[in-house]
Each structure stands twice: as C-alpha cells, then as structure tokens.
C-alpha cells in the first residue's frame, strides 16, 4: 500500500496548481488536505516497518520521533520542489504536513498495541 500511496502522493503535490472555484482562503482546506496526506502516510510508514516497532516498549517514542524526522523531512523536500512545477513553497503546508504525521504516527502505534495477546503478537492466545 506504501509503495504505491507515497508516489500518487509525491504526483498529486507536485501536479501543476489548479484553482478550485470553491476554494476557499479564509476556510484553508489546503491545510486540512495536507494534514490528512501526510497523516495517511506516516501511518503507511509505520505499519510497513517489519516486526512491531510500535508495540509498547521502551523504544517506541525513540522509533516514533525518528519516523516524525523522516516524514518531516520529506514534507519539506516535496515542498521545496514544488516550485520547479509552477506551485508555491508555502511553511504552514509543512507544519500541516508534520502535524498531520504526528497523528498518524499515534495512530498506528495505538492500532499497533491493540488486541495483542502475551505472546507479543497478533492473535496470542486467550
């Protein structure tokens, strides 16, 4: 699923800008479209890590903040390219972008330490 929502993602933010009639400024939907993008893949990332990463251990808020840095990280890169296809580097499109993976990431890491038996992993016993 990541490997095929990352790069739509990465064609759909870089797609000459299109203005919508129904856009807009004062309601900022752009801001709502990038946190939820960005939510999206961030969740993607963490549920594609082999083992479980995000199960209730000592290292979950490391291995979380270093996914916020990576996430992050390439939401400022798909901005700083944009302009190279006619839209806008814009910073607040990065904040929602970040914010948006932060959520995600406590998404994943919720879904991830649901329903896990003492074996550690899906489906232990009852």
Known sequence: MLAVYWPL?????HWP??????????LHL????????????A????????GRPLAATR???TTML?????????ALLDEWT???TGREF????????TAGAACGLLLAAARTGKGEGASGGRGGRR
């Open 43 to 50: 969740a993607l990332v963490a549920l594609s890590l082999p």
């Open 90 to 97: 814009e910073w607040f499109d990065w904040l929602a972008d």
């Open 59 to 61: 290292r979950v808020w």
């Open 66 to 74: 270093a996914l916020l840095a990576l996430v992050s990280a390439a």
């Open 30 to 41: 752009d801001k709502l479209v990038h946190f939820s993008a960005y939510l999206v893949l």
């Open 9 to 13: 993602l990465l064609i759909a933010t």
């Open 82 to 84: 944009q302009p190279w």
């Open 17 to 26: 800008r299109v203005d919508l009639p129904l856009q807009s400024r004062t």
